[in-house]
Each structure stands twice: as C-alpha cells, then as structure tokens.
C-alpha cells in the first residue's frame, strides 16, 4: 500500500509563503513524476506544479515565478514553495504522484489534501 501524506498548510496573509510537503511511503519501487494541484472552492481540480524523477519542472501560468517546485528522491518527498501568496491561491492542495510497484506497474496516488488560506 502506498500513502502519500501532505503537511504545511495554513492561514496566511497576502504577500506571504508557505511551504508545503508531500511524502511517499509503503511498498514501492520507485516513485517517478510527482505534482501538486489545487481545487478552490465551485472550481475544478487543477496542476500547479509538476517535476519528473529528474528534476524537470512545469508550471501553471497563474503561479510562474511565484512558486517552486523541488523533490529530494532520497525521502520520497516533494515541496512546493509558495512565495508571494494571493488569495485566488486560496484552495486545498493536492500531492499526486506515479509510483512503480514491485511488479513494475506504475499506479497514481493521491493524497488527502491540505488546505492553504490566503487572507487579504
């Protein structure tokens, strides 16, 4: 089984950062791209940020040059670093990532969410 677990989030004025955190644990073999998304309220789920097992990053226009996304494939674990925070940034945050098993099929993850309040 396989857990992602997100941690960071919170209340924050406008023009500050967070800096959220998503680790991958459990039965795997590898963990390869990993990405952030969002979901506002009466909004659709959308990517934020995307990274590849080698470190290539994406980014969605709203969030360019604002936020960063980076990975330490040692602790299974990616971040994404909020700077300059809006409150359209207001949303739950997504973890999402492609695992290989053991059995070398990859499978997506989810994890739970965490929330991120941008107060103006």
């Known amino acids: 089984q396989v857990q992602l677990v997100e941690s960071g989030g919170g209340l924050v004025q406008a023009g500050g950062s967070l800096r959220l955190s998503c680790a991958v644990s459990g039965r795997l073999f590898r963990v390869n791209a990993m990405s952030w998304y969002r979901q506002a309220p009466g909004k659709q789920r959308e990517l934020v940020a995307g990274?590849?097992?080698?470190?290539?990053?994406n980014y969605a226009d709203p969030v360019n040059g604002r936020f960063t996304i980076s990975r330490d494939n040692a602790k299974n674990t990616v971040y994404l670093q909020m700077n300059s925070l809006k409150p359209e940034d207001t949303a739950v945050y997504y973890c999402?990532?492609?695992?290989?098993?053991?059995?070398?099929?990859?499978?997506?993850?989810w994890g739970q969410g965490t929330q991120v309040t941008v107060s103006s």
């Open positions: 990274i590849t097992s080698g470190g290539a990053t």
């Open positions: 999402a990532a492609k695992v290989t098993n053991f059995s070398f099929r990859e499978g997506d993850y």
